[in-house]
């Protein structure tokens, strides 16, 4: 069983930064991709980046690519999501995901993901 808890939510103004944490534990991934997705009040929830654990390979949403980094830091166990040029379309409820044993950061679809936390909320505001 895996246990993700996210963090670094919270209100910020157009065009500002936020830095969203997520903490992995329960095993000991040797092969596994960790994403972000978000999901918007009455909206889909909508992949936003992936990294590859072991490589650190990484994948965008068009919408966020050039304003969002996504990392990990192996030793930790942590999973970031680098936030800048923030938009009031960015506004969400922040999920992390873990999909185990694989090897890609192509994997964009809500349903391929095996565990969930419980979500982060970033506001930006106009």
């Known amino acids: 069983q895996v246990q993700l808890v996210e963090s670094g939510g919270g209100l910020v103004q157009t065009g500002g930064s936020l830095r969203l944490s997520c903490a992995a534990s329960?095993?000991?991934?040797?092969?596994?991709?960790m994403g972000w997705f978000r999901q918007a009040p009455g909206k889909e929830r909508e992949f936003v980046a992936a990294i590859t654990w072991i490589v650190g390979s990484t994948f965008y949403a068009d919408s966020v690519k050039g304003r969002f980094t996504i990392s990990r830091d192996n030793a930790k166990n942590m999973v970031y999501l680098q936030m800048k040029s923030l938009k009031p379309e960015d506004t969400a409820v922040y999920y992390c995901?873990?999909?185990?044993?694989?090897?890609?950061?192509?994997?964009?679809?809500?349903?391929?993901?095996?565990?969930w936390g419980q979500g982060t909320q970033v506001t930006v505001s106009s």
């Open positions: 995901a873990v999909r185990v044993a694989i090897t890609s950061a192509r994997v964009a679809m809500r349903s391929e993901y095996d565990y």
């Open positions: 329960g095993r000991t991934f040797s092969s596994a991709t």
